[in-house]
């Protein structure tokens, strides 16, 4: 029967497509599409219940780890005024336990062995810059400028000389310079483009490596001021300090 069945021409039932109006959005969703959709979406409305839940039903003053470092207004108050009022500055607010700020512990002399670290990162960079830029200075040629090079010939009379004039024409005529390929222009110029990139940079981390210098100096014990604009023997429009004489044991 089965066989029978299959022999028998039936109609073939297809999904309805999309409208021609509404080409633009896409294929037309089916109903399995929709069951796909329709799962996703309720799994995460369920995660959002569930984390709702959970955040509604919270104990605030449930122990952690990190309360052994946090301070709570209410008893800080209670405990030590004065201490409160410096835990206060610190970000303690209206009871709510938040991180102690992170004290500076650095002790002057470790703070300025951090500014010779960076001082002395930019000044490695800068050597960097520098043979960097040697290095382009070097392979490049500047395929413009015509060689100055002179020759000078010695003649016994002016026959010697008329034939010493003769061979120099005729050896310019023959010494023709190839025309440079176009291949070889734009990697001169690409390589031009890096080496002004370089002096840029270079002159940039200089700059700033002269910032440092003048940081680290100012943070050294000794009475300095900053000298007028009327007391500078070579105006600048960077700030010059002047550093009170001091005997030396």
Known sequence: MSSIRNAVSRRAHK???QPNARRKFG???????????????????????????????????????????????????????????????KGVVDGVHRNEAQKNDYTPDEIMLINTQDISYVRYKIQTEKKEIERLSSTL????????????????????????????????????IAEVPSKIKRKVASSYKQLEAHKVRAAELQNVYD??????????????????????VNPTSKPVYKWRMERKR
């Open 211 to 232: 910032e440092m210098c003048l940081q680290k100096e100012l943070q050294k014990k000794g009475t300095k001021r900053k000298l007028r604009e009327d007391e500078l």
């Open 27 to 89: 294929i037309l969703e089916k109903h399995k599409d929709y069951v796909v959709r329709a799962k996703a979406y309720h799994k995460k409305d369920e995660t959002l219940r569930v984390l709702k839940e959970k955040a509604a039903s919270r104990n605030p003053d449930e122990f952690h780890t990190k309360m052994m470092k946090k301070v709570h207004k209410e008893r800080a108050a209670l405990r030590d005024p004065d201490e409160f009022h410096s835990k206060m500055m």
């Open 15 to 17: 999904e309805r497509s």
């Open 141 to 176: 040629h500047f395929l413009d400028n015509t060689p100055c090079n002179k020759h000078i010939y010695f003649a016994d009379d002016r026959k010697e000389a008329k034939e010493i004039l003769l061979k120099k024409s005729q050896m310019k005529k023959s010494s023709i």
